[in-house]
């Protein structure tokens, strides 16, 4: 009954497998995203983990397709759906957004300099906005760059507490279908049915888009899991608060003891797992949470099984790694070009120094996933040094990381705040929540 569907999505999964990405392609693209996040954070008092790659990392994830009729019939019956599929997959709750008619249509447009932008589809909740869009021209768009990214709703600017990838890496094209994601600060409440895109596109010249769209859908309010719960891991504290469960992520908010003597940076295996064994794992794109090493309370996102309703469901975490306090940064004087301090076990090297920027050499973290290793940098007299750009690269064995720092704000020796490393804390946590 689906094979028409099933023979589409694994025709989208080859395509995938045999697209050549040049690897500077792929570097630009996650040195935008990045800027994108960093440029933000200093107007904040929470810090955004953003990264915009993420049709790269799928390529990498994808080793399968197993398509569910209920996720067949929901693509088939939705006109033009089946050309995101490769956007949806390997993320649960966007998959079941689809299966359950949450997605809506949209099929608004807007031509400008020869270009057609077309707002598809969105997926709107409380914690963020899901933006599906084709924009085609006439000629190749390689080497187009995306500039300001703003949606409005009511009067007010959603994007001005939120993080916010694009999904675009520049491949030869005159047709780029792909998705906006926002991640909003804090939960919306919304007052209006009426919202606006605004979009720029810099190429020869500065092209903006204002789309104004109507949405007919009732935004679904989370299910608040209370807890309270506090668990230890190798002599770590942490309070597990609440969790709330929204259509297109989980909210996890973990407060963290200031007793600990260690740091605790990435937890690489957090998960949601029903009576089954079934797994709602952490989000492969877009972003990651909310509040960095430097902040007692943080908000980690997760896949949805908002559409789900299990007898139990637990939540659990190992492989988290940390770093001891005194040894969770990087001292160094940027003018002597000397490394003043960094973690003991050696397992960085510090390839090149220059006046604003460091480069350096770590054994890969994760198979097939690179970590900003860098959260904050902070000068000599305890100020923060903006980061405009954290470039990486990986191969077998190592991943490479450049960070530029602001000139502007130096005051030697820097410290450079570590957001991952490949240092573990011992144990596991399971928690039943349902």
Known sequence: MYEKEEEMLNESKEQLEHLAIPEQQINDAIQQGFYKANSKRSKRKKTLWTISVAAILMLTFITSIRVSPAFANAVASIPGMERFVDLIQLDKGLEAIIENDYYEAVGVSQMKDNMTFTIDGIILDETGMEIFYTLEAPFSMEDIQYGNLEVWNNGKNLSEDSAYSFGHFGEKTNRIVERFSFTFGKA??????????????????????????????TVQQGKVYSLNEEVEMDGQKMLVKNITVHPLRVAVNIEFNEQNDMEILQFEDMRLEDENGEVWSSIQNGTSGFGGVNNKERTYFLQSNYFKEP???????????ALPKEESYLLIDLETKKVMKKPSDGKIEITNISNDSVEVKIPQIRENHMYSLFADAENANGERVDMPSESMRGDEKYNYSTISLDSQNIVNPIKLYFSAYPNYLEGSVSIQIK
């Open 311 to 321: 007898k139990k469901l637990y939540f659990r975490f190992d492989k988290v790694q």
């Open 188 to 217: 919306k409440q919304f007052t209006s049915q009426q919202f606006e895109l605004i979009f720029q596109i810099e190429n020869d010249k500065e092209t903006t888009f204002k789309v104004p769209f109507t949405l007919k859908n």
